[in-house]
């Protein structure tokens, strides 16, 4: 399903006019995917893009940081219900790993120097709404997996669209 998410995720950036590159490795560590737009002038934006597409989420997007995972025996993935405190410390680490360490941040300045990279984290369902909040707290900006599917199904002007005005019916269902 990962894969998947990812590809119609990169076609939701392509659509907005976005270059993408997808699953970029630095060390053992991976990026979903990084998007850049020339805008007006000379001005150009990057986007951080990371895809969590959990449909019947068990666990929290946030793994548990090492600190607790010590402390209570637990695994780093545990879906054990977490305290408020919890939600938000393992949060700030995912964002800090995923989005802000310096390694990602090297990696990205190596594909496009002088760029000001946004943090944008797509997701399906999540076991609480909390984590979300931190991440934006973070600087993260957090799109629904739904509303991107309404965003490319409500575009008529791309190429399935325009195929299935030109073939017959049954051909439509396919696509």
Request: net charge positive.
């Amino acid at each position: 399903m990962a894969l998947l998410a990812e590809s119609l995720v990169e076609e939701w950036l392509n659509r907005k006019g976005f270059f993408t590159i997808r699953g970029i490795k630095h060390g053992v560590a991976e990026m979903d995917l990084l998007a850049i737009r020339h805008e007006a002038g000379e001005s150009v934006i990057g986007w951080h893009v990371e895809v969590h597409a959990s449909f019947r989420p068990i666990s929290y997007i946030a793994k548990l940081t090492n600190d607790m995972v010590r402390t209570s025996n637990k695994a780093r993935t545990s879906a054990v219900a977490r305290m408020p405190d919890q939600i938000e410390t393992c949060a700030r680490e995912w964002v800090q790993s995923k989005f802000k360490a310096e390694a990602k941040a090297k990696a990205r300045e190596g594909l496009w120097p002088h760029v000001q990279w946004q943090y944008h984290l797509v997701h399906a369902r999540v076991r609480d709404r909390r984590e979300l909040e931190v991440f934006q707290s973070e600087g993260v900006t957090c799109h629904a997996f739904r509303q991107l599917l309404e965003d490319l199904s409500r575009r008529k002007d791309h190429s399935f669209f325009r195929l299935c005005r030109r073939r017959p019916r049954r051909d439509c269902q396919l696509l």
